[in-house]
């Protein structure tokens, strides 16, 4: 199960799942309420990657607020600054205790900008 606490705090609802039933990304108003805030069409081929399972920030419409990526709000630190997204460099990132330290996060946000087919 996805953690969607990102999508809470987020003050102009940039962050979407994708539901294949209706093929497309859809952003609610709160996480879970079943509000549609918005939607958008995917690129099938990047949406195809995870699908379902991992939630998706149209960056043109993010503000750069920074709700969503303090440690308190994303326990899993999946989103970080645009200038501290780990790339598998042994610099010391945004959060020091993050499980994925090490690895290349670079591909997450070239995939954030090309699953929005609209």
């Known amino acids: 199960m996805k953690d969607r606490s990102c999508v809470d705090v987020c003050p102009v609802q940039c962050i979407y799942e994708f539901v294949p039933q209706q093929s497309a990304l859809v952003s609610e108003d709160q996480a879970g309420s079943g509000i549609v805030a918005n939607t958008h069409s995917p690129r099938e081929d990047a949406v195809a990657l995870f699908g379902e399972r991992m939630l998706y920030v149209h960056r ?24 501290e997204v780990p790339d598998g460099s042994t610099r010391t990132k945004y959060n020091p205790d993050d499980p994925n330290k090490g690895h290349d996060h670079t591909f997450f946000v070239d995939l954030n900008a090309n699953v929005f087919a609209d």
């Open 60 to 83: 043109e419409e993010c503000t750069a607020c920074t709700a969503c990526y303090q440690p308190d709000v994303c326990p899993v630190g999946a989103i970080y600054p645009e200038d």
